[in-house]
């Protein structure tokens, strides 16, 4: 029953990191520079969050297959600042 929570709780966090990704994708050429540093920022410090909630996991796969994840993000986030 424990595996299948820890499961549940890595496939949100997936879902949350790949929203972020999608997001970005999105607003990136819709919004004035100036707006964009901004949002872009917020974007960094919600990955953030993710990273301390994942250092919970213990699965070690998920979590480098996340960590994968949430670098690519902040690398597409950091490119279109």
Request: charged fraction near 30%; hydrophobic fraction near 40%; include cysteine.
């Amino acid at each position: 029953m424990e595996y299948r929570l820890a499961e549940d709780g890595c496939a949100y966090l997936m879902g949350q990191i790949y929203s972020l990704r999608n997001a970005l994708r999105t607003i990136s050429n819709k919004i004035v520079p100036a707006e964009k540093s901004e949002i872009i920022s917020i974007l960094l410090k919600e990955t953030k969050i993710y990273e301390e909630q994942l250092k919970v996991s213990n699965d070690e796969k998920f979590k480098d297959f996340a960590m994968g994840a949430i670098d690519e993000n902040n690398r597409a986030l950091e490119t279109t600042i």
